[in-house]
T-cell receptor
Framework: NAGVTQTPKFRVLKTGQSMTLLCAQDMNHEYMYWYRQDPGMGLRLIHYSVGEGTTAKGEVPDGYNVSRLKKQNFLLGLESAAPSQTSVYFC??????????FGPGTRLTVT | SQQGEEDPQALSIQEGENATMNCSYKTSINNLQWYRQNSGRGLVHLIL?????REKHSGRLRVTLDTSKKSSSLLITASRAADTASYFC??????????????FGQGTILTVHP
């Protein structure tokens, strides 16, 4: 099993550009999450999904959109990137409220 | 807002010593989890303790939970240089919807010197 994978690993965007981050899991988990990690801030939840076709806002959802068209995939979109979105993005999945399995992260820089 | 507050922010010890990290939280929880993050990598789950448990062990790890004080501690015994990493506590709140939303603390940076 690959666990949780994220694509791409690194990306540099110019302000105003758009992009989509892809998260895939092969553990048949119902729950999936997108976090961002900034220095000294820990991880903050952007959006999450409790099942195929469902999404919900987390702690810092502004400027991001998500979709969960297939159970194994969770996409995070930035429609118009801003320098404040420079961060490391982590995807995770879980079976209900138990341990979460994290991907390796995507390092995004917006100039 | 951050649910968990961790203490200390940084800890530096010698190999073989024990390392203790503390976590405090604000609301009632369903469970509390500890994660490790090596530099530049994703988080790895270490241990989960439920609200009705007081202590849990896993190898060299010992976690305690005091729900009356809304606090938890992680003890790593006989530390090794490979334990050098950031350690995060995270809580799942009780009640409300059934999703497993984790709220993370800011983490403790542990450095173990050979």
């Amino acid at each position: 099993n690959a666990g949780v994978t994220q694509t791409p690993k690194f990306r540099v965007l110019k302000t105003g550009q758009s992009m989509t981050l892809l998260c895939a899991q092969d553990m048949n988990h119902e729950y999936m999450y997108w976090y961002r990690q900034d220095p000294g801030m820990g991880l903050r939840l952007i959006h999450y999904s409790v099942g195929e076709g469902t999404t919900a806002k987390g702690e810092v959802p502004d400027g991001y959109n998500v979709s969960r068209l297939k159970k194994q995939n969770f996409l995070l979109g930035l429609e118009s990137a801003a320098p404040s979105q420079t961060s490391v993005y982590f995807c995770a999945s879980s079976y209900h409220r138990d341990e979460q399995y994290f991907g390796p992260g995507t390092r995004l820089t917006v100039t | 807002s951050q649910q968990g507050e961790e203490d200390p922010q940084a800890l530096s010890i010698q190999e073989g010593e024990n390392a203790t990290m503390n976590c405090s939280y604000k609301t009632s929880i369903n469970n509390l989890q500890w994660y490790r993050q090596n530099s530049g990598r994703g988080l790895v789950h270490l241990i989960l303790i439920r609200s009705n448990e007081r202590e849990k062990h896993s190898g060299r790890l010992r976690v305690t939970l005091d729900t009356s004080k809304k606090s938890s501690s992680l003890l790593i015994t006989a530390s090794r240089a490979a334990d050098t990493a950031s350690y995060f506590c995270a809580t799942v709140q009780s009640g409300g919807t059934s999703y497993g939303k984790l709220t993370f603390g800011q983490g403790t940076i542990l450095t173990v010197h050979p």
